[in-house]
Nanobody, 124 residues
Framework: QVQLVESGGGLVQPGGSLRLSCTAS????????MGWFRQAPGKEREFVGA????????NYADSVKGRFTISRDNAKNTVYLQMNSLKPEDTAVYYC?????????????????WGQGTQVTVSS
């Protein structure tokens, strides 16, 4: 059983930064890729970024490329999402997810475990 817990969300001004963390309680954390998704009110959950099992490969949505960075520390059972140059349209609940596949998938149905989410609000 894998439990994922996100933290680090909050209220920031446009142009600000936040670092989200996702910690897994299970020993299977390093078995597959990890992803970050977000969902704004009234909208579908969308892909943000993903990182492979080893951490050697990352993928990002076009909307966050150059601003967000995913990393993972398997020894700490933790994946991070560094968010810089935040925009109001980044406002959403952010979720981390774990996949069985070794690469970082981009589709929701390719992930097996999900955290409860952490709120990120970007507003002046």
């Amino acid at each position: 059983q894998v439990q994922l817990v996100e933290s680090g969300g909050g209220l920031v001004q446009p142009g600000g930064s936040l670092r989200l963390s996702c910690t897994a309680s299970g020993r299977t954390f390093s078995n597959g890729g990890m992803g970050w998704f977000r969902q704004a009110p009234g909208k579908e959950r969308e892909f943000v970024g993903a990182i492979s099992k080893s951490g050697g490969t990352t993928n990002y949505a076009d909307s966050v490329k150059g601003r967000f960075t995913i990393s993972r520390d398997n020894a700490k059972n933790t994946v991070y999402l560094q968010m810089n140059s935040l925009k109001p349209e980044d406002t959403a609940v952010y979720y981390c997810a774990a996949a069985r596949l070794p690469y970082g998938p981009t589709r929701i149905n390719e992930y097996d475990y999900w955290g409860q989410g952490t709120q990120v609000t970007v507003s002046s």
